[in-house]
């Protein structure tokens, strides 16, 4: 009855005042979306009365006819989305709730606006329904203005051809001018703590969403690649384009656009347990998804291959592969990585006479490890279909493909050429040197993770990859997807002893914060990288390492602050994992085990020894039992961290 209630003011809302005036609310009505029509199309919105963004002006324009000018709205129409997701490959939680309701305002001129209002954030996107096989959008105006000067985490860039591996430099909205943009997601923080996160999903043939400062004060503004008309490669990986049409994108005039999405949270805790951007992308394309399987992955690149205590030179080669196989096995990983130099670059399928891929493979089948080759994007588009056939005849498990770059169009269209083909040769997919997620996973849950991060491969040459940077990631960067960061590090070092070493790379923060990366970071297909010889010297840690999962039945969060700490409680089968960071600064936290059915539990931590601040390897393993009322108060040294593996007694 109190569905069939709101549905009818739902209607009654969006049917009146002209028809130019419509408003959505979200379920709990704490969210509530205006739109307006006149001139020109303009939405705001308002959490608990209080606006959060002001009247902002969208349009789009095709076939140069703005979309949205002089519209002519028709009669509206609202409906309810109330369903349970189950996603096969499982990120934060095994099912959560798709609960939001519909606004679809449809206007003269073969095009429609469709507006859905979440208790946790807002969405809109465009659609025609043009006769045409054909259309050029021209352009897309994308506004978000703001009341006031928020504070900005920034991710930005200088350039198109982008990695989008970012840092997120804290700025004041009104320092973002026109000439500046970054990558998104971004996310913005009012005077009041609300936090607003602003991105895309479901992109589908379709460029990429940039934000640059907006012509308003207080505003960002939507930017575009225009579609690539020249190119120019340069190296094996890189194909840059050089020239570029007038227009962002070449489309059929029958379909749907990409979401522009804000998640508002008053909490930020509520930024790590959102599903938003899955519950806006496409559905499952594929009809056979119980090969995909998620699991660890040691990984060879990132210590570069530097095992030791071996008979056989170590390098690039059969040996060293078996070597990291053997590693996986003992460990109960389910995947290793062959990364750059197992093939000739210039020729995808002309492997390396070092590097007996065939061999490797079987080598692994024998010892119920997989294998994944990584690629460079335009080596393995030269022969996409023989090598993809070749790869599946080897007996490999997946995919590892670098270095894109780009989100033009063009682009855009290539990551679903490959996520599909990859699926029809049962691959998965890891995309490296790429944009950040927008929700593909759904319809091609195949793609288990992905890059488009400041990951740890910058600790081989930087010392940007900071204990803060770790804690503002699953705020911003986790909130659109899984993301292949690369934990693992066994050297681990102080903001005072940390150095880059490309060849024997180090961490920064303690041992413990290193653990808890497993636990906070979500990637269902999480990297081992570091040296397995290295790992080997640890049997303490990898009983951790050993047992924690890269997916997860539920996700609680305990402690959370943008860019400062983390506490995340994750459930998988009848065990819990608890992960805590914090940044350079030292802490006290106190985590409460509510969560847990009652009865009693014997938990297991590793947490920051003594003397972390001094020797960041420094930890210390307590086993002690707890209950559902229990309140631990946990230390972290500056740059620490702590894990606990919680089961029945």
């Known amino acids: ?17 002209m028809a130019k005036d419509f408003s959505l609310k979200s379920p709990n009505e704490k969210l509530q979306i205006n739109i307006s029509v006149e001139n020109q199309i303009t939405y705001s919105v308002s959490l608990d009365g209080q606006q959060i963004l002001s009247p902002s002006v969208i349009d789009l324009t095709i076939n140069s006819k703005k979309l949205g000018e002089n519209a002519k709205a028709l009669k509206a129409k609202t409906s309810v989305i109330d369903e349970t997701l189950t996603p096969h490959v499982r ?5 959560f709730k798709n609960h939001c309701n519909v606004l679809t305002i449809p206007f003269k001129g073969r095009y429609a606006l469709t507006f859905r209002a979440y208790d946790d954030g807002v969405a809109y996107r465009w659609s025609t329904s043009m006769k045409e096989d054909e259309v050029i959008v021209n352009s897309e105006n994308v506004n978000f203005t703001f009341p006031s000067n928020n504070d900005v985490w920034f991710p930005e860039e200088t350039q198109l051809y982008t990695h989008q591996e970012r840092e997120y430099l804290r700025v004041k909205l009104s320092d973002i001018t026109p000439e500046r943009f970054g990558s998104t997601g971004m996310l913005l923080g009012t005077s009041n703590g609300t936090k607003v996160y602003v991105s895309e999903a479901d992109l589908v043939d379709y460029p990429g969403m940039f934000l640059r400062g907006g012509d ?4 960002l503004h939507g930017k575009f690649a ?7 490669q340069s190296t094996d990986r890189d194909v840059e384009v050089i020239t570029r049409k007038d227009f962002i994108a070449k489309t059929s005039g029958n379909r749907t656009y990409p979401w522009r999405l804000m998640i508002i949270t008053e ?73 750059e130099g197992w093939y000739h670059l210039e020729d995808v399928l002309k492997v390396k006479k070092e590097c007996d891929v065939q061999e490797i493979i079987n ?64 691959l998965l997919v890891d995309f490296h040197g790429c944009y950040k997620p ?14 488009g991060i400041h990951g740890g491969e910058q600790n081989k040459w930087t010392d940007t990859n900071t204990p803060e940077h770790h804690a503002t990631l699953p705020f911003i960067r986790m909130v659109a997807g899984p993301m292949d960061y690369t934990p693992g590090a066994m050297i681990n070092a102080t903001k005072k002893n940390f150095r880059p070493v490309f060849s024997e790379p180090m961490g920064q923060g303690t041992r413990c914060h290193e653990l808890a990366l497993y636990v906070v970071f979500e990637s269902p297909l999480q990297m081992l990288s570091d040296n397995p010889s290295n790992y080997y010297k640890e049997p303490e840690c990898m009983q951790f390492l050993e047992a924690v999962p890269s997916v997860w039945d539920d996700t609680q969060v305990l402690q959370a602050k943008v860019s400062d700490y983390i506490a995340v409680a994750r459930k998988s089968g009848d065990k819990w994992f608890v992960g805590a960071l914090t940044d350079w600064d030292k802490r006290e936290l106190k985590l409460d085990f509510s969560f847990l059915p009652a009865g009693d539990y014997k938990i297991k931590i590793w947490k920051d020894g003594i003397n972390a601040n001094r020797h960041a390897g420094d930890y210390k393993i307590v086993d002690q039992t707890i209950t559902n009322s229990s309140k631990l108060n946990i230390q972290l040294a500056p740059g620490g961290g702590w894990v606990g593996i919680i089961e029945k007694k």
């Open 216 to 219: 308003a004060q207080y505003q």
């Open 226 to 232: 225009q579609y690539p008309d020249q190119t120019k």
């Open 363 to 426: 080598y692994g089948k024998k010892k119920n490890v997989g294998v994944i080759l990584w690629v460079t994007w335009k080596a393995l588009d030269d022969k996409l279909d023989e090598a993809l056939a070749t790869f599946e005849k080897w007996g490999a498990k997946g995919v590892k493909v670098d270095f894109m770059q780009r989100d033009d169009q063009w682009m855009v269209q290539y990551y679903h050429k490959v996520a599909q083909k990859c699926a029809d040769h049962k």
């Open 438 to 451: 927008t929700g593909m996973r759904r319809a091609y849950p195949n793609v288990i993770t992905r890059e």
């Open 91 to 95: 990120q934060k939680f095994a099912s």
């Open 1 to 17: 009855m109190r569905k069939f209630y709101l549905l009818v003011c739902l209607v009654i809302t969006a049917s009146t005042i």
């Open 267 to 339: 909490n930020d805790a509520d930024l790590i347990t959102s599903e938003m951007v899955y519950k806006l992308a496409a559905p499952l394309k594929l009809d056979d998804v119980s090969w995909i399987k998620p699991g660890k992955v040691a990984w060879d690149w990132w210590n570069a291959n530097n095992i030791y205590g071996v008979d056989f030179k170590s390098g690039v080669n059969t040996e060293t592969y078996k070597y990291f196989i053997d590693f996986a096995a003992e460990y109960n990983l389910e995947y290793i990585i062959l990364d």
